[in-house]
Protein backbone atom coordinates (compact mmCIF):
# COMPACT_ATOMS: atom_id res chain seq x y z
CA UNK A 1 0.00 0.00 0.00
CA UNK A 2 1.34 3.23 -1.17
CA UNK A 3 1.02 6.08 1.34
CA UNK A 4 1.00 9.62 -0.11
CA UNK A 5 0.97 12.70 1.54
CA UNK A 6 -0.73 16.04 -0.76
CA UNK A 7 0.00 19.37 0.22
CA UNK A 8 -3.44 20.98 0.39
CA UNK A 9 -6.93 20.20 -0.03
CA UNK A 10 -6.77 21.20 -3.66
CA UNK A 11 -4.17 18.60 -4.26
CA UNK A 12 -5.94 15.83 -2.73
CA UNK A 13 -9.49 16.40 -5.02
CA UNK A 14 -6.91 16.43 -7.97
CA UNK A 15 -5.39 13.35 -6.84
CA UNK A 16 -8.61 11.61 -6.19
CA UNK A 17 -10.51 12.81 -9.34
CA UNK A 18 -7.49 11.17 -11.15
CA UNK A 19 -7.67 8.17 -9.23
CA UNK A 20 -11.26 7.96 -7.62
CA UNK A 21 -10.69 4.44 -6.13
CA UNK A 22 -7.77 5.71 -3.58
CA UNK A 23 -8.34 5.82 -0.11
CA UNK A 24 -7.96 8.63 2.17
CA UNK A 25 -6.22 8.46 5.46
CA UNK A 26 -7.07 10.94 8.44
CA UNK A 27 -6.65 9.84 11.91
CA UNK A 28 -6.37 5.69 11.52
CA UNK A 29 -8.09 4.58 13.95
CA UNK A 30 -10.18 2.52 12.31
CA UNK A 31 -8.87 2.29 8.72
CA UNK A 32 -5.99 1.07 9.71
CA UNK A 33 -7.14 -1.70 11.73
CA UNK A 34 -9.34 -2.77 9.05
CA UNK A 35 -5.95 -2.59 6.68
CA UNK A 36 -4.13 -4.61 8.90
CA UNK A 37 -7.05 -7.48 9.08
CA UNK A 38 -7.01 -7.65 5.48
CA UNK A 39 -11.00 -6.30 5.39
CA UNK A 40 -9.88 -3.68 3.20
CA UNK A 41 -6.57 -3.62 0.88
CA UNK A 42 -6.19 -0.26 -1.27
CA UNK A 43 -3.43 -0.25 -3.36
CA UNK A 44 -3.10 4.00 -2.60
CA UNK A 45 -3.83 6.12 0.31
CA UNK A 46 -4.02 9.63 0.63
CA UNK A 47 -2.96 10.99 4.21
CA UNK A 48 -4.71 13.99 5.09
CA UNK A 49 -3.89 14.44 8.82
CA UNK A 50 -1.61 16.74 8.14
CA UNK A 51 -3.78 19.54 6.59
CA UNK A 52 -4.85 22.48 9.01
CA UNK A 53 -6.95 23.56 6.98
CA UNK A 54 -9.49 20.74 7.26
CA UNK A 55 -8.82 21.32 11.32
CA UNK A 56 -10.73 23.73 12.63
CA UNK A 57 -14.22 25.00 15.04
CA UNK A 58 -15.84 27.96 14.02
CA UNK A 59 -19.06 29.44 14.82
CA UNK A 60 -20.13 31.22 11.96
CA UNK A 61 -23.90 33.12 11.46
CA UNK A 62 -25.30 30.72 13.81
CA UNK A 63 -24.30 27.52 12.97
CA UNK A 64 -20.88 25.50 14.19
CA UNK A 65 -18.50 24.37 11.52
CA UNK A 66 -16.55 21.76 12.50
CA UNK A 67 -13.68 20.38 10.12
CA UNK A 68 -13.28 16.95 9.69
CA UNK A 69 -9.86 16.31 10.82
CA UNK A 70 -10.73 17.41 14.64
CA UNK A 71 -10.27 14.86 16.86
CA UNK A 72 -12.28 13.57 19.28
CA UNK A 73 -10.90 14.41 22.37
CA UNK A 74 -10.05 18.10 20.80
CA UNK A 75 -14.11 18.30 20.31
CA UNK A 76 -14.24 16.58 24.06
CA UNK A 77 -12.49 19.85 25.06
CA UNK A 78 -13.35 22.65 23.34
CA UNK A 79 -15.08 25.69 25.42
CA UNK A 80 -16.95 26.38 22.01
CA UNK A 81 -18.42 22.87 21.78
CA UNK A 82 -19.10 22.77 25.03
CA UNK A 83 -21.27 25.74 25.28
CA UNK A 84 -23.03 25.34 21.97
CA UNK A 85 -23.39 21.77 21.62
CA UNK A 86 -22.41 20.18 25.28
CA UNK A 87 -23.86 16.46 24.36
CA UNK A 88 -21.68 16.27 21.20
CA UNK A 89 -18.85 16.98 23.20
CA UNK A 90 -19.87 14.66 25.74
CA UNK A 91 -20.63 12.15 22.58
CA UNK A 92 -16.87 12.52 21.41
CA UNK A 93 -15.52 12.31 25.27
CA UNK A 94 -16.98 8.26 25.02
CA UNK A 95 -15.04 7.63 22.21
CA UNK A 96 -12.81 4.22 22.09
CA UNK A 97 -9.99 5.64 25.12
CA UNK A 98 -7.69 8.74 25.04
CA UNK A 99 -5.24 7.05 22.57
CA UNK A 100 -8.12 6.55 20.37
CA UNK A 101 -9.95 10.07 20.84
CA UNK A 102 -6.16 11.90 20.20
CA UNK A 103 -6.20 10.35 16.51
CA UNK A 104 -9.20 9.73 15.64
CA UNK A 105 -11.29 12.30 14.07
CA UNK A 106 -15.17 13.36 13.52
CA UNK A 107 -15.11 12.96 9.70
CA UNK A 108 -13.40 9.97 10.13
CA UNK A 109 -16.47 8.63 12.95
CA UNK A 110 -18.84 9.65 10.15
CA UNK A 111 -17.45 8.12 6.75
CA UNK A 112 -16.85 4.81 8.84
CA UNK A 113 -20.82 5.19 9.10
CA UNK A 114 -20.75 1.93 11.76
CA UNK A 115 -24.30 1.87 13.37
CA UNK A 116 -22.15 1.98 16.56
CA UNK A 117 -20.84 5.36 15.94
CA UNK A 118 -20.45 7.47 18.84
CA UNK A 119 -21.07 10.92 17.07
CA UNK A 120 -24.08 9.92 14.99
CA UNK A 121 -27.16 10.26 16.78
CA UNK A 122 -25.47 13.18 18.55
CA UNK A 123 -25.25 15.34 15.20
CA UNK A 124 -28.37 13.65 13.74
CA UNK A 125 -30.13 15.13 16.71
CA UNK A 126 -28.44 18.41 16.16
CA UNK A 127 -29.72 18.40 12.74
CA UNK A 128 -26.17 18.34 11.19
CA UNK A 129 -25.46 18.52 7.32
CA UNK A 130 -21.75 17.30 6.42
CA UNK A 131 -20.41 19.39 2.88
CA UNK A 132 -18.78 17.24 -0.04
CA UNK A 133 -16.41 18.67 -1.96
CA UNK A 134 -14.77 17.29 -5.30
CA UNK A 135 -13.11 18.90 -8.23
CA UNK A 136 -15.82 19.63 -9.76
CA UNK A 137 -17.45 21.69 -6.85
CA UNK A 138 -19.48 20.84 -3.65
CA UNK A 139 -22.40 19.51 -2.06
CA UNK A 140 -23.96 19.60 1.48
CA UNK A 141 -25.47 16.67 2.38
CA UNK A 142 -28.12 16.19 5.70
CA UNK A 143 -26.17 13.93 7.93
CA UNK A 144 -29.55 11.82 7.95
CA UNK A 145 -29.55 11.26 4.33
CA UNK A 146 -25.65 10.83 4.13
CA UNK A 147 -25.44 7.16 6.11
CA UNK A 148 -27.22 4.97 4.08
CA UNK A 149 -26.58 1.36 5.38
CA UNK A 150 -23.52 -0.13 7.83
CA UNK A 151 -20.41 1.61 6.32
CA UNK A 152 -22.38 2.57 3.21
CA UNK A 153 -22.53 6.68 2.71
CA UNK A 154 -23.27 8.44 -0.24
CA UNK A 155 -20.30 10.06 -0.36
CA UNK A 156 -19.15 9.44 -4.13
CA UNK A 157 -15.30 8.63 -5.83
CA UNK A 158 -13.74 11.73 -5.98
CA UNK A 159 -15.73 13.45 -2.99
CA UNK A 160 -13.74 14.31 0.23
CA UNK A 161 -15.78 15.36 3.68
CA UNK A 162 -14.12 18.79 4.03
CA UNK A 163 -17.11 20.17 6.97
CA UNK A 164 -19.55 19.06 9.31
CA UNK A 165 -22.01 21.93 10.35
CA UNK A 166 -24.97 22.46 12.57
CA UNK A 167 -27.36 25.15 14.12
CA UNK A 168 -25.71 26.30 17.60
CA UNK A 169 -28.20 25.05 20.44
CA UNK A 170 -30.34 27.72 21.40
CA UNK A 171 -30.43 29.51 25.46
CA UNK A 172 -34.25 27.46 25.16
CA UNK A 173 -32.97 24.27 24.44
CA UNK A 174 -31.21 21.41 26.52
CA UNK A 175 -29.60 17.99 25.13
CA UNK A 176 -28.48 14.76 26.49
CA UNK A 177 -26.01 11.81 25.25
CA UNK A 178 -25.26 8.66 27.03
CA UNK A 179 -23.65 5.42 25.72
CA UNK A 180 -24.01 2.05 27.00
CA UNK A 181 -21.26 -0.20 26.76
CA UNK A 182 -19.70 -3.32 28.84
CA UNK A 183 -17.19 -0.87 30.31
CA UNK A 184 -16.65 2.99 29.94
CA UNK A 185 -12.99 2.62 27.50
CA UNK A 186 -12.86 0.43 24.19
CA UNK A 187 -15.90 -0.22 24.04
CA UNK A 188 -18.58 -0.76 20.99
CA UNK A 189 -21.74 0.80 21.90
CA UNK A 190 -24.68 -1.65 23.15
CA UNK A 191 -26.82 1.07 22.74
CA UNK A 192 -26.50 5.35 22.13
CA UNK A 193 -28.87 7.55 22.80
CA UNK A 194 -29.00 11.51 21.96
CA UNK A 195 -31.34 14.15 22.55
CA UNK A 196 -32.08 17.94 22.40
CA UNK A 197 -35.54 19.09 23.39
CA UNK A 198 -36.17 22.78 23.60
CA UNK A 199 -38.70 23.75 27.08
CA UNK A 200 -40.99 25.77 28.52
CA UNK A 201 -41.52 25.64 31.97
CA UNK A 202 -40.46 22.04 32.09
CA UNK A 203 -43.03 21.37 29.23
CA UNK A 204 -41.76 19.94 26.06
CA UNK A 205 -42.33 21.61 22.99
CA UNK A 206 -40.09 19.97 20.62
CA UNK A 207 -38.37 17.50 21.48
CA UNK A 208 -35.52 15.25 18.84
CA UNK A 209 -34.56 11.81 19.96
CA UNK A 210 -32.04 9.05 17.96
CA UNK A 211 -30.36 5.98 18.90
CA UNK A 212 -27.14 4.39 17.00
CA UNK A 213 -26.36 0.43 17.81
CA UNK A 214 -30.28 -0.37 16.83
CA UNK A 215 -30.36 -0.73 13.36
CA UNK A 216 -28.46 -0.83 10.41
CA UNK A 217 -28.21 3.24 10.61
CA UNK A 218 -28.83 5.97 13.03
CA UNK A 219 -32.55 5.47 14.09
CA UNK A 220 -34.76 8.52 15.11
CA UNK A 221 -37.44 8.04 17.42
CA UNK A 222 -40.09 10.17 15.65
CA UNK A 223 -43.32 8.42 17.10
CA UNK A 224 -42.33 8.18 20.85
CA UNK A 225 -40.85 12.34 19.91
CA UNK A 226 -44.53 13.12 18.76
CA UNK A 227 -46.07 11.42 22.02
CA UNK A 228 -43.84 13.49 24.57
CA UNK A 229 -44.65 17.06 23.16
CA UNK A 230 -46.77 18.71 25.43
CA UNK A 231 -45.62 16.34 28.70
CA UNK A 232 -44.38 18.16 31.68
CA UNK A 233 -40.67 16.37 32.99
CA UNK A 234 -42.01 16.43 36.25
CA UNK A 235 -44.89 14.45 35.54
CA UNK A 236 -44.86 10.65 36.29
CA UNK A 237 -46.65 9.50 33.27
CA UNK A 238 -43.20 10.16 31.23
CA UNK A 239 -41.94 6.35 32.54
CA UNK A 240 -45.38 4.58 30.21
CA UNK A 241 -44.72 7.45 27.39
CA UNK A 242 -41.54 6.26 27.05
CA UNK A 243 -41.89 2.39 28.04
CA UNK A 244 -42.08 1.03 24.22
CA UNK A 245 -39.61 3.31 22.95
CA UNK A 246 -37.48 0.58 21.48
CA UNK A 247 -40.27 -0.71 19.78
CA UNK A 248 -39.34 1.86 16.57
CA UNK A 249 -35.71 0.48 16.64
CA UNK A 250 -34.70 -2.92 14.84
CA UNK A 251 -32.00 -4.26 16.77
CA UNK A 252 -29.52 -7.51 16.56
CA UNK A 253 -28.91 -9.77 18.63
CA UNK A 254 -24.86 -10.45 18.91
CA UNK A 255 -22.26 -11.05 21.40
CA UNK A 256 -22.35 -7.74 22.90
CA UNK A 257 -26.07 -7.98 23.62
CA UNK A 258 -29.72 -9.38 22.87
CA UNK A 259 -32.04 -7.55 20.65
CA UNK A 260 -34.38 -7.47 23.68
CA UNK A 261 -32.09 -6.17 25.71
CA UNK A 262 -31.32 -3.32 23.48
CA UNK A 263 -34.62 -2.50 23.34
CA UNK A 264 -35.06 -2.33 26.34
CA UNK A 265 -32.24 0.37 27.12
CA UNK A 266 -33.67 2.29 24.64
CA UNK A 267 -36.59 3.55 26.53
CA UNK A 268 -34.30 3.01 29.68
CA UNK A 269 -31.72 6.07 28.28
CA UNK A 270 -34.68 7.70 26.78
CA UNK A 271 -36.43 8.02 30.70
CA UNK A 272 -32.58 8.59 32.17
CA UNK A 273 -32.36 11.38 29.16
CA UNK A 274 -35.49 13.12 30.63
CA UNK A 275 -34.69 13.19 34.24
CA UNK A 276 -31.76 14.74 32.80
CA UNK A 277 -33.60 17.53 30.98
CA UNK A 278 -35.57 17.95 33.80
CA UNK A 279 -32.55 18.81 36.34
CA UNK A 280 -31.42 20.46 33.38
CA UNK A 281 -34.15 22.76 33.46
CA UNK A 282 -34.51 23.22 37.03
CA UNK A 283 -30.92 24.29 37.33
CA UNK B 1 11.07 3.45 0.47
CA UNK B 2 10.78 7.16 1.71
CA UNK B 3 12.66 9.33 4.14
CA UNK B 4 11.03 10.69 6.70
CA UNK B 5 12.56 12.66 9.73
CA UNK B 6 10.35 13.67 13.00
CA UNK B 7 11.97 14.01 16.31
CA UNK B 8 12.44 11.06 18.43
CA UNK B 9 13.10 11.64 22.11
CA UNK B 10 14.67 14.74 21.52
CA UNK B 11 16.88 14.03 18.43
CA UNK B 12 16.55 15.12 15.29
CA UNK B 13 15.83 11.12 13.59
CA UNK B 14 15.41 10.27 9.66
CA UNK B 15 14.66 6.81 8.94
CA UNK B 16 14.09 5.32 5.23
CA UNK B 17 10.89 3.15 5.31
CA UNK B 18 8.01 1.98 3.19
CA UNK B 19 5.23 4.69 3.55
CA UNK B 20 3.02 1.88 5.01
CA UNK B 21 5.10 1.06 7.90
CA UNK B 22 3.43 1.81 11.11
CA UNK B 23 5.45 3.93 14.02
CA UNK B 24 5.55 0.43 15.62
CA UNK B 25 7.60 -1.09 13.42
CA UNK B 26 9.82 1.80 12.40
CA UNK B 27 10.38 1.73 16.02
CA UNK B 28 11.13 -1.79 16.93
CA UNK B 29 12.87 -2.88 13.44
CA UNK B 30 14.06 0.18 11.65
CA UNK B 31 15.66 1.78 15.23
CA UNK B 32 16.03 -1.30 17.26
CA UNK B 33 13.98 0.45 19.89
CA UNK B 34 12.30 -2.32 21.43
CA UNK B 35 10.66 -0.68 24.50
CA UNK B 36 7.52 -0.42 22.61
CA UNK B 37 6.08 -3.27 22.98
CA UNK B 38 2.91 -4.99 20.27
CA UNK B 39 -0.05 -6.07 21.78
CA UNK B 40 -3.09 -6.33 20.01
CA UNK B 41 -1.79 -4.70 16.89
CA UNK B 42 -5.06 -2.97 16.76
CA UNK B 43 -5.46 -0.14 18.90
CA UNK B 44 -6.94 -2.22 21.72
CA UNK B 45 -4.70 -2.65 24.28
CA UNK B 46 -2.24 0.34 24.67
CA UNK B 47 1.11 -1.61 24.66
CA UNK B 48 2.52 0.74 22.07
CA UNK B 49 1.71 3.40 23.56
CA UNK B 50 3.84 6.43 22.71
CA UNK B 51 3.73 10.54 22.78
CA UNK B 52 2.84 12.48 19.78
CA UNK B 53 2.84 15.74 19.61
CA UNK B 54 2.21 16.34 23.30
CA UNK B 55 -0.24 13.06 23.46
CA UNK B 56 -1.12 9.60 24.05
CA UNK B 57 -1.34 7.34 21.09
CA UNK B 58 -0.92 4.16 19.57
CA UNK B 59 2.08 3.25 17.79
CA UNK B 60 0.53 0.52 15.65
CA UNK B 61 -2.25 2.32 14.53
CA UNK B 62 -0.07 5.24 12.48
CA UNK B 63 1.78 5.01 9.37
CA UNK B 64 5.64 6.54 9.66
CA UNK B 65 4.59 8.72 6.73
CA UNK B 66 1.77 10.94 8.84
CA UNK B 67 4.73 11.56 11.27
CA UNK B 68 7.03 14.03 9.40
CA UNK B 69 7.94 16.72 11.62
CA UNK B 70 6.40 15.33 14.31
CA UNK B 71 8.11 15.00 17.85
CA UNK B 72 7.72 11.53 19.04
CA UNK B 73 8.48 10.42 22.82
CA UNK B 74 8.93 6.73 23.94
CA UNK B 75 9.79 4.86 26.72
CA UNK B 76 13.33 5.29 25.81
CA UNK B 77 12.88 8.80 25.97
CA UNK B 78 11.84 8.15 29.90
CA UNK B 79 14.84 8.77 32.56
CA UNK B 80 18.61 9.64 31.41
CA UNK B 81 22.03 7.77 31.40
CA UNK B 82 20.85 4.74 33.53
CA UNK B 83 18.59 7.24 35.71
CA UNK B 84 14.88 6.45 35.95
CA UNK B 85 12.30 9.48 35.58
CA UNK B 86 9.63 10.24 38.41
CA UNK B 87 6.93 8.14 37.28
CA UNK B 88 9.45 5.21 36.42
CA UNK B 89 10.33 5.49 40.32
CA UNK B 90 7.07 5.30 41.67
CA UNK B 91 5.98 2.46 39.66
CA UNK B 92 9.35 0.54 40.93
CA UNK B 93 8.34 1.78 44.69
CA UNK B 94 5.12 0.81 44.95
CA UNK B 95 5.29 -2.47 43.09
CA UNK B 96 3.27 -0.91 39.98
CA UNK B 97 4.62 -4.16 37.62
CA UNK B 98 3.62 -7.50 37.49
CA UNK B 99 4.94 -9.24 33.97
CA UNK B 100 5.29 -5.54 32.99
CA UNK B 101 4.60 -6.44 29.26
CA UNK B 102 2.03 -3.24 29.67
CA UNK B 103 4.51 -1.24 32.23
CA UNK B 104 6.12 1.12 28.85
CA UNK B 105 2.69 1.72 27.36
CA UNK B 106 1.53 2.57 31.04
CA UNK B 107 4.14 5.04 31.59
CA UNK B 108 3.66 6.85 28.51
CA UNK B 109 0.17 7.23 29.50
CA UNK B 110 0.83 8.47 32.48
CA UNK B 111 3.56 10.90 31.59
CA UNK B 112 1.15 12.61 28.65
CA UNK B 113 -1.31 12.88 31.67
CA UNK B 114 1.26 14.87 33.56
CA UNK B 115 2.59 16.50 30.58
CA UNK B 116 -1.29 18.43 31.17
CA UNK B 117 -1.96 18.47 34.28
CA UNK B 118 0.47 18.69 37.74
CA UNK B 119 -2.16 17.39 39.83
CA UNK B 120 -4.51 14.66 38.30
CA UNK B 121 -7.61 13.73 39.97
CA UNK B 122 -8.34 9.90 40.51
CA UNK B 123 -10.79 10.09 37.70
CA UNK B 124 -8.45 11.75 35.77
CA UNK B 125 -5.92 8.95 36.21
CA UNK B 126 -8.43 6.32 35.90
CA UNK B 127 -8.75 7.76 32.42
CA UNK B 128 -5.78 8.24 31.29
CA UNK B 129 -5.44 4.21 31.15
CA UNK B 130 -8.26 3.15 30.34
CA UNK B 131 -6.88 2.79 26.80
CA UNK B 132 -3.69 0.11 28.39
CA UNK B 133 -4.68 -3.51 29.68
CA UNK B 134 -2.40 -5.04 32.30
CA UNK B 135 -3.74 -8.47 32.14
CA UNK B 136 -2.18 -8.77 35.38
CA UNK B 137 -4.94 -7.01 36.62
CA UNK B 138 -2.63 -4.52 38.45
CA UNK B 139 -4.39 -1.36 38.06
CA UNK B 140 -4.96 0.09 41.64
CA UNK B 141 -0.98 0.05 42.20
CA UNK B 142 -0.68 1.96 38.94
CA UNK B 143 -3.15 4.20 39.44
CA UNK B 144 -1.30 4.95 42.79
CA UNK B 145 2.49 4.73 41.72
CA UNK B 146 0.94 8.12 38.93
CA UNK B 147 -0.39 9.29 41.91
CA UNK B 148 2.97 9.54 43.64
CA UNK B 149 4.65 10.25 40.67
CA UNK B 150 2.80 13.84 40.36
CA UNK B 151 2.87 14.14 44.06
CA UNK B 152 6.73 13.54 44.33
CA UNK B 153 7.31 15.88 40.87
CA UNK B 154 5.06 18.90 42.80
CA UNK B 155 7.34 18.73 45.71
CA UNK B 156 10.49 19.15 43.43
CA UNK B 157 8.96 21.84 41.58
CA UNK B 158 9.32 20.11 38.49
Redesign the interface.
Same mark, same amino acid.
Given at each position: ?????PQNVKEVLEELAKDPYAGV?A @???DL??KW??NIITPPR?F?I? @?LQELNFIREEEGYLKIGPLVTH?DLAESAIVQRHAPLLAKACGQV @??? =??R??GTIGGNLVTASPAGDTIPALVVLNASVVLQSAQGERQVPLRDFITGPGKTVLQPGELLTAVLFPCMEVTEVGFYRKLGQR =???AISIVNLALKATLENAVIKDICIACGSVGPTVVELKKTANRLKGHCLDTSELRDVVANAGDETSPISDLRASQEYRRKMVGELLYEGLQSLRRQSAG | MAVYTFTLNGKLTSVEVPSDTTLLETLRETLGLTGTKEGCGKGECGACTVIVNGKAANACLIVTSQLVGADIRTIEGLGSDGILDSLQTAFVETGAVQCGYCTPGMLMSARALLLKKNNPSTEEIRESIAGNLCRCTGYAKIAEAIRKAAVSARERGV
Open positions: MDVITL @GGTLVKSLTL @GQ @GSL =QINR =QAM | -
